[in-house]
């Protein structure tokens, strides 16, 4: 069984401020991970996934995340905000079985 | 290439009022799954199929058929609408691959009556 934790439904930053999101999860077997962003009113677009190949996964739009096993996290950081970061953003996990398990959703809002 | 093409995009129903949901890719995916989105609690798996023919459930697949009869397409029957079931509907593709990101369609967003 695999689940994944998001740690806070909400999170505002100011426009050029560092911008966390907090993903924790749990697999029997070594995850694969991803993070999915989601604008208002469309689908999820994938921002960045780990697959085992490297600790540190860079993604689109200048986001990146850090596998850490010891932690069970996988937590998206971006260093400086921008306006157009204004979104909902999932962790999500999955294992040897193909489906998907995602977290609740963080939604960022952006301060001028 | 159109991706992952849900239809329609709205859609509102009368409680007891059956339909079906649409879902068609053009990636040549042999995996794709329906989930469904509520406020606070992500989205979760509907039903899913592992290629044409095969199909299995999810995590809340009572009120829920589907089939898949092609690679294309896998449709979402809704047998008696309820009220429990307003929600956004999202269709997802991707490879046999668990180390594969999943495709989204944009979504059907449904109320029930």
């Not at chain 1, 970061?85 to 999932?90: C, G, I, K, T």
């Not at chain 2, 879902?23 to 989930?35: G, I, P």
Request: with cysteine.
């Amino acid at each position: 069984a695999q689940s994944v934790t998001q740690l806070g439904s909400h999170v505002s930053v100011s426009e050029g401020a560092l911008v966390l999101l907090r993903c924790n999860y749990s697999s029997s077997v070594p995850p694969y991970l991803f993070w999915y962003v989601q604008y208002p009113n469309q689908g999820l677009q994938l921002l960045l996934k780990y697959t085992s190949a490297a600790t540190l996964v860079k993604g689109i739009n200048g986001f990146e995340a850090e596998f850490k096993k010891s932690e069970t996290s996988f937590h998206l950081t971006k260093p400086s905000a921008h306006m157009s970061d204004a979104a909902e953003y999932f962790c999500a996990v999955s294992s040897n079985d193909y489906k998907l398990s995602f977290g609740a959703g963080t939604t960022v809002t952006v301060r001028a | 290439n159109a991706g992952v093409t849900q239809t329609p995009k709205f859609q509102v129903l009368k409680t007891g009022q059956s339909m079906t949901l649409q879902c068609a890719q053009d990636m040549n995916h042999e995996y794709m799954s329906w989930y469904r989105q509520d406020p606070g609690m992500g989205l979760r798996l509907i039903h899913y199929s592992v290629g044409a023919g095969i199909t299995d459930q999810g995590e809340v697949p009572n009120g829920y058929n589907v089939s898949r009869s092609t690679t294309e397409d896998f449709p979402l029957r809704l047998l008696s609408a309820a009220p429990s079931q307003t929600s956004v509907y999202f269709c997802a593709s991707s490879p046999l691959s668990s180390n594969q990101p999943q495709h989204f369609g944009d979504g059907t967003r449904l109320s029930i009556l």
